[in-house]
């Protein structure tokens, strides 16, 4: 298993904080198939192969039809990863394939630009200061507003140091 350097995961997080900046997203949730087309990127939608659930080609990324809505908006901000990161070569990704340092760094991209540490600290104050109530705990309240599944919601929490 790869794992990340502090130093690259930093340069990642910083990139992914530009495009929202030079995009002027204020907004929550943050749409990465409208950020990949200011990035002159194509996101098409189409049923692919076996497990695959999104590629980018170099030009354009393809997402599975058949996914939900969050996973759509992940795997399409995972994709804009590659694209952002200068990926080399043709990024197939699937669940299997996370494993190597390319689909991390992809992974940790999204992460970084669909749930911002700024917006997500944010949201935790709100919630530890008893400012919403309709949610049975913070991961599900995390989920509901950056509109990101729950798991990928508890993982960011967990890593930026929140859980
Ligand atoms: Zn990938």
Redesign the pocket.
Same mark, same amino acid.
């Given at each position: 298993m790869t794992t990340l350097s502090d130093v690259r995961m930093a340069e990642i997080e910083q990139k992914a904080g530009s495009m929202l900046t030079e995009n002027q997203v204020e907004r929550l949730p943050v749409r990465p198939d409208w950020l990949a087309e200011r990035a002159g990127i194509k996101v098409s939608q189409k049923p692919l192969e076996g497990i695959k659930q999104g590629d980018y080609d170099g030009n354009v990324i393809s997402i599975d039809v058949n996914l939900g809505p969050r996973q759509k908006r992940y795997v399409t901000a +995972? &994709?804009l990863g +590659?694209a952002v990161l200068e990926h080399k070569g043709r990024?197939a990704?699937d669940t299997a =394939?996370s494993q190597t340092t390319? &689909?991390r760094e =992809?992974d940790w991209f999204a992460k970084a630009l669909l749930l911002p540490r700024g917006s997500l600290g944010d949201a935790v104050e709100r919630y530890r200061g008893k400012q919403v109530t309709a949610f049975q705990n913070l991961v599900e309240f995390v989920s509901s507003i950056f509109e990101v599944e729950e798991r990928i919601a508890y993982e960011r929490l967990k890593e930026c140091g929140h859980l």
């Amino acid at each position: 298993m790869t794992t990340l350097s502090d130093v690259r995961m930093a340069e990642i997080e910083q990139k992914a904080g530009s495009m929202l900046t030079e995009n002027q997203v204020e907004r929550l949730p943050v749409r990465p198939d409208w950020l990949a087309e200011r990035a002159g990127i194509k996101v098409s939608q189409k049923p692919l192969e076996g497990i695959k659930q999104g590629d980018y080609d170099g030009n354009v990324i393809s997402i599975d039809v058949n996914l939900g809505p969050r996973q759509k908006r992940y795997v399409t901000a +995972h &994709e804009l990863g +590659h694209a952002v990161l200068e990926h080399k070569g043709r990024n197939a990704c699937d669940t299997a =394939a996370s494993q190597t340092t390319e &689909e991390r760094e =992809a992974d940790w991209f999204a992460k970084a630009l669909l749930l911002p540490r700024g917006s997500l600290g944010d949201a935790v104050e709100r919630y530890r200061g008893k400012q919403v109530t309709a949610f049975q705990n913070l991961v599900e309240f995390v989920s509901s507003i950056f509109e990101v599944e729950e798991r990928i919601a508890y993982e960011r929490l967990k890593e930026c140091g929140h859980l």
